[in-house]
């Protein structure tokens, strides 16, 4: 890929970075800073070099999500302001007086329709505002919008050094030092069907849990009562036959008689599978301490309804392993900030999707933009 760093001179030039600043918040308040943080190095870079940075990202899945607790945040690290609304006479005012080395905030992107569309000029209104831009924003990588994608076709396009990164710790992931597992949570088999099945022939393992588990039981004629299931049924998938597949032993139901730990094949119609049992954990444990490499991604229960228990015993383990691990997805990574185990991993990403999507197809079409020509 081409690098930010490879650009030469940039003291003076207008600079558009897309950073991953889509941050967890309760209320006005950063749940953890783990995406800032990571954000930090590229901006640090085009703070020294001198450039004038127009900072672009998103906030959450609502558009009126404001980016301003992200940017109070921001501010404690750099000499950055805030511009509010990116097509406003105040942040175009704004931007007339960065100086050299200083940065501007933009708003939640996603406030206007446009950046999702990839509007054609939604994106020349960004591209006006830049002379080269930066994509340090692999969380987003899955998404052609408007400041991942379209302005890497208007605009010299390079890496930051976070999406660098990125790419060439995931690429690790595809020729891995057996033992290999691979643990996969999470939901949707429908769009994950390919990469387990690309897995399958590249690890020794792999451990299938969350919502698509429930899937696998399904197919095997089990009860699934109340639980998440996908919209596709896998009777008859190859995969369900294959040796490699690890599947729970035991699991936490949710039902009229409340939470309990079942075999899968005792799970009744008025019941909800929420996570995997102690006896799962305990299996993968002897998985986990002879891997070599250990590749993850989604939690195992329905973390974010409480069911962490066994996503976070399973962290801790494969902390303590002698394995190259890379771990990602939101509420995975969220689990190992809880319990500060963030250096004990060989790499934790950003993303969730577009770490699956990276996986699974070796690139992205947005990565593909910042490739040199």
Same mark, same amino acid.
Not at 10 to 16: A, D, F, M, R, T
Not at 19 to 48: D, V
Not at 96 to 118: F, H, I, K, P, S
């Given at each position: 890929?081409?690098?930010?760093?490879?650009?030469?001179?940039?003291?003076?030039?207008?600079?558009?970075?897309?950073?991953?600043?889509?941050?967890?918040?309760?209320?006005?308040?950063?749940?953890?800073?783990?995406?800032?943080?990571?954000?930090?190095?590229?901006?640090?870079?085009?703070?020294?070099?001198?450039?004038?940075?127009?900072?672009?990202?998103?906030?959450?899945?609502?558009?009126?999500?404001?980016?301003?607790?992200?940017?109070?945040?921001?501010?404690?690290?750099?000499?950055?302001?805030?511009?509010?609304?990116?097509?406003?006479?105040?942040?175009?005012?704004?931007?007339?007086?960065?100086?050299?080395?200083?940065?501007?905030?933009?708003?939640?992107?996603?406030?206007?329709?446009?950046?999702?569309?990839?509007?054609?000029?939604?994106?020349?209104?960004?591209?006006?505002?830049?002379?080269?831009?930066?994509?340090?924003?692999?969380?987003?990588?899955?998404?052609?919008?408007?400041?991942?994608?379209?302005?890497?076709?208007?605009?010299?396009?390079?890496?930051?050094?976070?999406?660098?990164?990125?790419?060439?710790?995931?690429?690790?992931?595809?020729?891995?030092?057996?033992?290999?597992?691979?643990?996969?949570?999470?939901?949707?088999?429908?769009?994950?069907?390919?990469?387990?099945?690309?897995?399958? =022939?590249?690890?020794?393992? &792999?451990? @299938? *849990? $969350?919502?698509? +588990?429930?899937?696998?039981?399904?197919?095997?004629?089990?009860? /699934?009562?109340?639980?998440?299931?996908?919209?596709?049924?896998?009777?008859?998938?190859?995969?369900?036959?294959?040796?490699?597949?690890?599947?729970?032993?035991?699991?936490?139901?949710?039902?009229?008689?409340?939470?309990?730990?079942?075999?899968?094949?005792?799970?009744?119609?008025?019941?909800?599978?929420?996570?995997?049992?102690?006896?799962?954990?305990?299996?993968?444990?002897?998985?986990?301490?002879?891997?070599?490499?250990?590749?993850?991604?989604?939690?195992?229960?329905?973390?974010?309804?409480?069911?962490?228990?066994?996503?976070?015993?399973?962290?801790?383990?494969?902390?303590?392993?002698?394995?190259?691990?890379?771990?990602?997805?939101?509420?995975?990574?969220?689990?190992?900030?809880?319990?500060?185990?963030? =250096?004990?991993?060989?790499? &934790?990403? @950003? *993303? $969730?999707?577009? +770490?699956?999507?990276?996986?699974?197809?070796?690139?992205?079409? /947005?990565?593909?933009?910042?490739?040199?020509?």
């Amino acid at each position: 890929m081409k690098k930010i760093t490879d650009a030469g001179n940039l003291k003076g030039k207008y600079v558009l970075i897309r950073s991953s600043l889509n941050i967890p918040l309760e209320g006005n308040k950063i749940r953890n800073t783990f995406r800032l943080e990571r954000a930090l190095p590229t901006l640090r870079y085009l703070h020294e070099a001198g450039a004038r940075t127009i900072i672009l990202s998103h906030l959450g899945r609502k558009p009126e999500a404001s980016l301003s607790p992200v940017f109070t945040e921001l501010e404690k690290y750099l000499p950055v302001h805030w511009g509010g609304v990116v097509t406003g006479e105040e942040f175009m005012a704004r931007k007339n007086l960065l100086a050299d080395g200083e940065m501007l905030m933009a708003e939640n992107l996603r406030q206007d329709v446009r950046e999702t569309e990839n509007d054609t000029q939604f994106v020349e209104y960004l591209a006006s505002l830049g002379e080269l831009y930066v994509n340090d924003a692999f969380a987003a990588a899955h998404r052609e919008h408007a400041s991942t994608f379209g302005l890497a076709k208007k605009l010299p396009a390079y890496a930051g050094l976070t999406m660098e990164e990125e790419v060439t710790e995931l690429s690790k992931a595809f020729a891995p030092e057996h033992p290999s597992l691979f643990l996969l949570g999470g939901a949707k088999f429908e769009t994950k069907m390919p990469l387990v099945e690309k897995y399958l =022939d590249v690890y020794d393992q &792999v451990f @299938i *849990a $969350g919502a698509l +588990m429930n899937d696998v039981f399904k197919a095997r004629g089990y009860e /699934v009562g109340q639980s998440l299931v996908s919209d596709i049924s896998l009777q008859g998938a190859p995969l369900l036959d294959n040796p490699k597949l690890i599947i729970p032993i035991d699991v936490i139901v949710d039902g009229p008689d409340g939470k309990m730990v079942k075999s899968p094949n005792q799970v009744l119609p008025e019941e909800k599978i929420m996570d995997v049992g102690p006896m799962t954990v305990a299996m993968l444990v002897t998985y986990i301490e002879k891997a070599k490499t250990i590749l993850w991604n989604g939690p195992f229960g329905a973390y974010e309804l409480g069911f962490s228990e066994s996503t976070q015993t399973t962290a801790r383990h494969v902390a303590k392993a002698d394995a190259f691990s890379v771990i990602g997805g939101g509420d995975t990574v969220a689990a190992i900030e809880k319990l500060e185990l963030n =250096d004990q991993f060989g790499f &934790v990403s @950003i *993303a $969730g999707g577009a +770490m699956l999507a990276f996986l699974e197809h070796g690139s992205t079409s /947005v990565i593909d933009t910042l490739n040199e020509d």
